[in-house]
């Protein structure tokens, strides 16, 4: 029986990312999801949506969103700066 280490949820299908506040010019920032089953297993990475902001300043936010997966338990949000991915 041949061995799948595919993972057994999708990942959300479209993410957007939007400036919530602040002065909308500065950095350019990546945004990428993954879905997580209840078991802890994670999906492949979403496609990256890409906004630019300086989130340096007073109360600058960004917003993410992106579209349901069935049977997520929960979603990682990644943020990527300068070819460096974090988890936030």
Known sequence: LPISFAPAISPPGTIGAVVGAGPGTGTTYFYA??????????????????????????GAYNTVSW?????????????GRNALWGFI
């Open 33 to 58: 999801v993954t879905a997580v089953l209840p078991s802890g297993e994670e999906s492949y990475i979403s496609a990256q949506a890409t906004v630019v902001n300086n989130l340096n300043s007073a």
């Open 67 to 79: 579209t349901a997966v069935t049977g997520a338990l929960r979603y990682n949000v990644y943020k």
